[in-house]
């Protein structure tokens, strides 16, 4: 490998206001996106152009929190560099998946060592893939019944073999066992 093209050279290349700058345009990104998935938003519009008016919620409220803080402003969308903006939609699907694994993790910590029960439902959702959606329920410390959602996993076939499958493979990506 070229040593002027290595990771940690480049890295070290970068000045401190650079790198400043990039934690401020994820931490943006990282804000608007828990927001979005809080309320259960969708993130992007139909037509996400420049010159248009209304560009999708994603880029939107960006556009808002930029408006209303200026430190944001100076790093976000037009002030940034085209190859570093954070805002494409396979970067808002990472942020998304590792909130995922942050909430699913919460949960699992949350429930301790209690002992839980499944519901699994499966349904087709509107591209005809087949999905099922598995809810743990256990009951906490204080004697109440809790449930919580815990993923979504798309599935070969309803059989109940396949399902099975389904959910051995996300026990054990949590560290639950049956």
Excluded: W
Excluded at 149 to 173: G, M, N, P, Q, Y
Aim: hydrophobic share 40%; aromatic share 6%.
């Amino acid at each position: 490998m070229k040593q002027p093209q290595h990771i940690q050279i480049v890295f070290e290349k970068h000045s401190t206001q650079e790198k400043r700058d990039c934690r401020t345009r994820l931490y943006a990104t990282v804000v608007v996106a828990r927001f979005l998935l809080r309320r259960g938003q969708v993130f992007r519009g139909h037509d996400e152009s420049e010159d248009l008016s209304d560009r999708g919620n994603f880029l939107e409220l960006l556009q808002y929190l930029a408006n209303h803080n200026e430190d944001i402003k100076k790093v976000v969308l037009e002030n940034t560099p085209k190859n570093h903006k954070l805002t494409h939609h396979d970067i808002q699907r990472d942020v998304v998946n590792a909130a995922a694994c942050e909430t699913s993790n919460a949960i699992i910590k949350e429930m301790g060592e209690a002992f839980f029960s499944i519901l699994a439902d499966e349904s087709c959702d509107i591209s005809n893939k087949e999905q099922m959606a598995l809810v743990l329920r256990y009951v906490n410390m204080k004697g109440i019944v809790i449930e919580r959602f815990i993923a979504i996993a798309h599935v070969s076939s309803t059989i109940s073999l396949s399902l099975k499958e389904a959910i051995e493979s996300l026990f054990a990506r949590h560290g639950l066992s049956l």
